[in-house]
């Protein structure tokens, strides 16, 4: 089970850390992946981690979104800086244990098995 949080409301330019924890398991042996879905739109693939520790990131948040994990690989971050209006959606946290064997796959939502429920961010200027 994966449940993601630190999503909330911040302006133009500002930081947000998204969590996602896993609460039977360690992430060790799994691919794990950032998704996230504005209204109206299709749900889009944002950062991945691969379970050789290859990342991949959209090219809308290279630059400004880093993934990392904790210690213990419980917990999964997405670092999310220089935010913009079009970073607003529900981000949700994914995970496999498939290797991502390239950008289609890792970005793919049917390559993904556990999901958590999301967490709301909201940029506004």
């Known amino acids: 089970q994966l449940v993601e949080s630190g999503g909330g409301s911040v302006q133009t330019g500002g930081s947000l850390r998204l969590s996602c924890a896993a609460s039977r398991y360690s992430f060790d042996g799994y691919s794990v992946a950032w998704f996230r879905q504005a209204p109206g739109k299709e749900r889009e693939g944002v950062a991945a981690v691969g379970i050789d520790g290859t990342t991949f990131y959209a090219d809308s948040v290279k630059g400004r979104f880093t993934l990392s994990q904790d210690s213990g690989k419980r917990t999964q971050y997405l670092e999310m800086n220089s935010l913009k209006n079009d970073d607003t959606a529900m981000y949700y946290c994914?995970?496999?244990?498939?290797?991502?064997?390239?950008?289609?796959?890792?970005?793919?939502?049917?390559?993904?098995?556990?999901w958590g429920p999301g967490t709301q961010v909201s940029v506004s200027s």
């Open positions: 994914a995970a496999t244990a498939a290797r991502l064997r390239g950008r289609a796959i890792a970005f793919s939502t049917s390559t993904y098995y556990y």
